[in-house]
Antibody, heavy 118, light 110 residues
Framework: EVRFLESGGGLVQPGGSLTLSCEASGFTFSNYGMSWVRQVPGKGLDWVSSIGIGGDTYYADSVRGRFAIFRDKSKDTLLLQMNSLRAEDMALYYCANGGLGGSGLDVWGRGTAVTVSS | HSVLTQPPSVSAAPGQRVTISCSGS????????VSWYQQVPGTAPKLLIY???RRPSGIPDRFSGSKSGTSATLGITGLQTGDEADYYCGAWDNSLRVGVFGGGTKLTVL
C-alpha cells in the first residue's frame, strides 16, 4: 500500500524557514514524480511544486525563489525547503505522488500544517 | 481567482446524476490531461479520474470524466449521501508552466 508520512510543519515567524518532509513507502519512489499541494482551511487546493523523475523542478509563481523541492532517494523522502515565509504561506501542506501534467496526483499524504505568525 | 473555473456548488437528490464542469484554456485543458479529486471535509483529497476519463482501481464506475476542447466534466451517477464532498479539477498549464486547480465545487446530496 502506498503511504506518505509528512512531517516538519509547525509555527514559524514571518521571514523564517522550515523544511517539510514526506517519507514514502509501498512503491518504488525513484520511479515517480512527486508534488506538494497546500490548502488553507476552508479554501481550495493550491499547487505548490513538483519534481520529475529526472529531477526537473517546477514551482508556483508565489513560491519560486523561496521554496526548493528535492528528494532523498536513499531515504525515499521528498522534501520542501521553505525560506522567507510569509503569512500567506500558512496552510496544510500535502505531498502526493505524480503530477498534474501526467496521470494526476495519485495518492496523498495526510498533510502537515504550517503556521506563520509572530 | 483560479485558472480553471468550476461552479461553486451543485446539488441533486440521492440516486440522481450530477455533472460538474471545469473550464480552462488552450494552454491547460485544451492541450493537457485533466484529473479530478474528491475531498471529504477533514480528509486528504483522493484521485477520482486521471488522463481525462480513466479511473484508478477502487473508484466505482459511477464516476466518469470527459473532455471537449477547453472544458472537462465530471459525472456522478446513482448519487449517494457519501458522495457529499468538494470536487476539484486539475491540469498542467503549458504557458505558465505550473500546475493549476479549479476553485472546487461543493456537492450536496439533498
Amino acid at each position: 500500500e502506498v503511504r506518505f508520512l509528512e512531517s516538519g510543519g509547525g509555527l514559524v515567524q514571518p521571514g523564517g524557514s522550515l523544511t517539510l518532509s514526506c517519507e514514502a513507502s509501498g512503491f518504488t519512489f525513484s520511479n515517480y514524480g512527486m508534488s506538494w499541494v497546500r490548502q488553507v482551511p476552508g479554501k481550495g487546493l493550491d499547487w505548490v511544486s513538483s519534481i520529475g523523475i529526472g529531477g526537473d523542478t517546477y514551482y508556483a509563481d508565489s513560491v519560486r525563489g523561496r521554496f526548493a523541492i528535492f528528494r532523498d532517494k536513499s531515504k525515499d523522502t521528498l522534501l520542501l525547503q521553505m525560506n522567507s515565509l510569509r503569512a500567506e504561506d500558512m496552510a496544510l501542506y500535502y505531498c502526493a505522488n505524480g503530477g498534474l501534467g501526467g496521470s494526476g496526483l495519485d495518492v496523498w499524504g495526510r498533510g502537515t500544517a504550517v503556521t506563520v505568525s509572530s | 481567482h483560479s485558472v480553471l473555473t468550476q461552479p461553486p456548488s451543485v446539488s441533486a437528490a440521492p440516486g440522481q446524476r450530477v455533472t460538474i464542469s471545469c473550464s480552462g484554456s488552450s494552454s491547460n485543458i485544451g492541450s493537457r490531461y485533466v484529473s479530478w479529486y474528491q475531498q471529504v471535509p477533514g480528509t486528504a483529497p483522493k484521485l477520482l479520474i486521471y488522463e481525462n476519463n480513466r479511473r484508478p482501481s477502487g473508484i466505482p464506475d459511477r464516476f466518469s470524466g470527459s473532455k471537449s476542447g477547453t472544458s472537462a466534466t465530471l459525472g456522478i451517477t446513482g448519487l449517494q449521501t457519501g458522495d457529499e464532498a468538494d470536487y476539484y479539477c486539475g491540469a498542467w498549464d503549458n504557458s505558465l508552466r505550473v500546475g493549476v486547480f479549479g476553485g472546487g465545487t461543493k456537492l450536496t446530496v439533498l
